[in-house]
């Protein structure tokens, strides 16, 4: 073993699936972020931990209104994804500039994009961590997949543009089937 510094650490704490957050501000506008810093909390009801940084245009918008969507892309969005990742909703309309498609969600203002194999719906159900952490919990109020989508493959980060693909799937005995 040698040692490792300890800023690249993140590098080896994977949570799951690169997602795009989507958020309307109160003024109309759409946006959506890259996000890597999420996981899961609660199964019933799902809840979603995830941060996004105060520096991001999205924080001010999901800390306003207390909503989004999570959409989880698949790997054929990969270049899409790091696009998105790597400008921001300050400067325009970032959804129209990147040609992403939009739909309306059934319970919250912010959209769905459908392109995703996956879209979740949520609300913000606890802030008490937002101030020292930029820390959101989510509550999962509903959810929609592709069902053309059902096998495929999601993207994993790895720091500094390098991403893991899902791999092969093994099923293994567990006490809940």
């Known amino acids: 073993m040698i040692p490792l510094a300890l800023p690249e650490v993140y590098k080896l704490i994977e949570p799951g699936p690169v997602v795009l957050l989507a958020t309307r501000a109160r003024t109309g506008r759409a946006n959506v972020m890259t996000m890597s810093w999420h996981m899961m909390t609660e ?75 996956a879209n979740l719906e949520c609300r913000v159900t606890d802030m008490t961590l937002v101030e020292r952490m930029n820390l959101f919990v989510l509550e999962v109020v509903a959810a929609w997949i592709d069902p053309r989508q059902r096998r495929a493959k999601t993207i994993h980060h790895c720091g500094y543009g390098a991403f893991i693909v899902d791999g092969r799937r093994i099923s293994l005995p567990s006490a809940k089937a």
């Open 43 to 117: 199964f019933a009801p799902p809840s979603v931990a995830c941060v996004v940084s105060s520096a991001n245009h999205s924080f001010k918008a999901l800390r306003s209104t207390g909503e989004c969507v999570i959409a989880i892309p698949s790997v054929a969005m990969a270049e899409t994804v790091v696009a998105v990742g790597n400008c921001s909703g300050r400067s325009g309309d970032k959804l129209a500039m990147l040609g992403l498609a939009t739909a309306e969600a059934s319970l919250v203002r912010a959209p769905l994009l459908p392109q995703c194999l």
